[in-house]
């Protein structure tokens, strides 16, 4: 059965190996996958992968955003496949071409997981981002249009922000996979805040959220463990 700590990915976006080594042996009880994005796996590459695995029983997200022509997302993930980790992250922006490479590529060893639309990007900003888009300004929409792309595609489920869930898991069923970013507490203040479509991690679990990815509201907090606790009470209340 599924426990509340397994809902949370807690986003290591640190700047060093030091710092990320300090939180993964932090947080490896309480949280159940660890995001490794572009930046730390620029300066730390495949290492820090080894040292969450050898912490403990926590996962891996490695948050890549692949986007390139098909024949490179599939040699890169032919690569990811043997890394041990469990989700890797493709842009949905083009066509499922680039997705289905990626699926191709990953031989079943790790789930593809589609990236929507960003969560600091507000209808105002996908006319620039996509203007010949049927889409328009709306990006629920735009959501469930690259979202119908990457399930066509094979990919195993899709990030998007907390407010598309409960319409993705009706339209797409229940098995497939949504990761919510832009998960912000209700006691939780986060200074200098990109995020805009955020959510409670309470509402988005209740929407039917299957992962939330939360970065800023344990790493900036005063006590970081006590916070990632806290999210995870937060979240057994509701189960």
């Known amino acids: ?3 509340a700590k397994d809902y949370i990915i807690f986003a290591l976006d640190v700047d060093s190996s030091d710092a990320a080594e300090k939180f993964v042996a932090m947080l490896s009880e309480d949280v159940g996958m660890f995001k490794v994005g572009l930046e730390l796996f620029i300066r730390s590459g495949p290492d820090i992968i080894k040292i969450i695995q050898r912490a403990g029983a926590a996962r891996v997200f490695l948050d890549l955003k692949l986007h390139d022509i098909p024949e490179t997302v599939y040699r890169s993930m032919r690569i990811v ?3 041990g980790v469990d989700f890797v992250t493709v842009h949905c922006g083009d066509s499922n071409e680039m997705i289905s490479a990626a699926v191709e590529g990953s031989k079943g060893r790790v789930k593809v997981i589609g990236v929507s639309v960003l969560t600091h990007i507000q209808g105002k900003d996908t006319h620039a981002e996509n203007a010949t888009d049927k889409s328009g300004l709306d990006i629920s929409a735009l959501v469930l249009e690259r979202t119908a792309m990457a399930k066509a595609a094979g990919s195993a489920g ?4 907390g407010r598309e869930v409960k319409t993705i898991k009706s339209r797409f ?3 497939f996979i949504v990761v919510t970013p832009g998960i912000r507490p209700d006691w939780g203040a986060v200074s200098k805040d990109d995020q805009r479509r955020v959510i409670t991690p309470v509402q988005a ?3 039917g959220s299957d992962y939330l990815v939360i970065g800023r509201p344990i790493r900036d907090a005063e006590d970081p463990r006590k916070a990632a606790i806290r999210i995870k009470d937060e979240i057994e209340a509701v189960l």
């Open 173 to 175: 069923g229940k098995e």
């Open 205 to 207: 679990v209740k929407n």
């Open 81 to 83: 496949a043997g890394l």
């Open 1 to 3: 059965m599924k426990k």
């Open 158 to 161: 899709i990030v998007c922000s």
